[in-house]
């Protein structure tokens, strides 16, 4: 009876020797998942800062336009636009028209093809609009903040989203990472690297991150695959499973030394008897020198 205790502790110490080479790959997931997401997260707030810059710093121009200048399409409208252009490094054209689509003037002196990717969003404590526009032969989409002057004209100016292409957003990720810039309504804006990252219902696991740009309705989704950036930990992952491995067998040695050498508790024969636990058989013992009954055995 006693040996089926010590069979029992063997068993449970050698289980919980070898706990944590199993937790090494779970333990080390977390990790991954947490260190990665930052990255990510890290990359997304500068793309949402640098679109945030561009916006604010578009606004400030097309404000300062306007207030230096009290009526449209004159010499010194056009100068003041002119002065805007030179100063900004993101302000690329600005447009006078009415409601109806019918231009007056620009700031290029020539008419201005574009076209408008979404309806005008309000922007939090200010009075201009946000739209994302197609403008000439640009690749990538462009910024249109729109001010109300009157009750039949506007003024609009233009900036780019990104200030190169939009595969340069990826730009110190890695490269199966996909970046998406949207609206606060859900319209898709620009989307660099495999749009099918976004697709729901997929099998892969993602890590993902948001971040929003200021005020503005405008919202920076990046995402990779979480297989790929664990790949990237494989000789930690190798590491820290041999050195578990290690300590889990010199753990081991020492819990069976211990059990072996503990004084566990011998079993109670009177006792289990007296309880039933156990149906006892007698049998005699004989002196073979003499023949006489010297006792009796009892079998269990």
Do not use: W
């Not at 526009?133 to 640009?138: I, Q, S």
């Not at 636990?277 to 079998?299: D, F, S």
């Amino acid at each position: 009876m006693k040996s089926k205790y010590v069979n029992v502790l063997m068993l449970l110490a050698a289980i919980a020797a070898f706990m944590p080479v199993m937790a090494v790959d779970f333990l080390l997931d977390s990790y991954v998942r947490v260190k990665e997401r930052a990255v990510l997260q890290n990359a997304a707030d500068a793309i949402s800062a640098n679109v945030q810059a561009g916006a604010y710093d578009t606004i400030g121009s097309l404000r300062r336009v306007l207030a230096g200048s009290p009526s449209l399409c004159t010499p010194s409208f056009v100068a003041n636009v002119h002065e805007q252009m030179e100063k900004s490094l993101y302000l690329r054209e600005v447009l006078v028209e009415n409601y109806n689509g019918v231009q007056y003037c620009d700031a290029l002196g020539k008419d201005v093809v574009y076209s408008v990717l979404s309806k005008p969003l309000p922007i939090p404590n200010h009075t201009e609009t946000l739209e994302i526009a197609k403008l000439g032969e640009l690749d990538a989409p462009v910024l249109k903040v729109t001010q109300g002057f009157g009750d039949s004209r506007k003024v609009s100016a233009f900036a780019p989203l990104v200030v190169s292409t939009p595969q340069s957003l990826l730009t110190g990720l890695k490269q199966t990472t996909t970046v998406r810039l949207s609206l606060a309504d859900g319209t898709e804006v620009l989307t660099a690297g495999d749009a099918t990252a976004f697709e729901p219902h997929r099998d892969t696991e993602f890590v993902t991150v948001e971040s929003y740009a200021g005020e503005l309705p405008l919202k920076v989704t990046a995402t990779v695959p979480f297989a790929v950036v664990r790949a990237d930990y494989s000789d930690l992952d190798a590491s820290f499973t041999v050195l578990c491995c290690l300590m889990c067998g010199a753990f081991l040695v020492l819990a069976l030394q211990y059990v072996r050498r503990s004084d566990l508790p011998a079993f109670d024969l009177e006792r289990a008897i007296a309880a039933g636990e156990l149906k006892p058989y007698y049998q005699p013992v004989i002196n073979l020198r003499t023949g006489a009954l010297a006792g009796c055995e009892v079998l269990c």
